[in-house]
Nanobody
Framework: QVQLVESGGGLVQAGGSLRLSCVAS?????????MAWYRQAPGKQRELVAA???????NYADSVKGRFTISRDNARNTVYLQMNSLQLEATAVYYC??????????WGQGTQVTVSS
């Protein structure tokens, strides 16, 4: 059973920065094909924010390009989302997601990010 524990959310003023972390239990990172962050704002569907493949390719939502960066630390079984120049529209619950051909898909419990004016 893979468990994901997210942290780093909180309240930040517009223009500020936060770094989200997602730690996966067990030594599974080498077989994770895609790591991603999604977010879900109140009344909206969950959307992809950023994704990172095993080969190092990245994909970002247009709304966060140039401001958010996804990265991984295999030694710590951790995936990060660095969020800079946060805007009010970034307020949402952020979820870590790992996909593995061998193990399936896993979601974290979510961490709240609130951007204030």
């Amino acid at each position: 059973q893979v468990q994901l524990v997210e942290s780093g959310g909180g309240l930040v003023q517009a223009g500020g920065s936060l770094r989200l972390s997602c730690v996966a239990s067990g030594s599974i990172f080498r077989i994770i094909n895609v790591m991603a962050w999604y977010r879900q704002a109140p009344g909206k569907q969950r959307e992809l924010v950023a994704a990172l493949t095993l080969s190092g390719s990245t994909n970002y939502a247009d709304s966060v390009k140039g401001r958010f960066t996804i990265s991984r630390d295999n030694a710590r079984n951790t995936v990060y989302l660095q969020m800079n120049s946060l805007q009010l529209e970034a307020t949402a619950v952020y979820y870590c997601n790992l996909k593995s051909v061998a193990l399936g898909q896993y979601w974290g419990q979510g961490t709240q990010v609130t951007v204030s004016s």
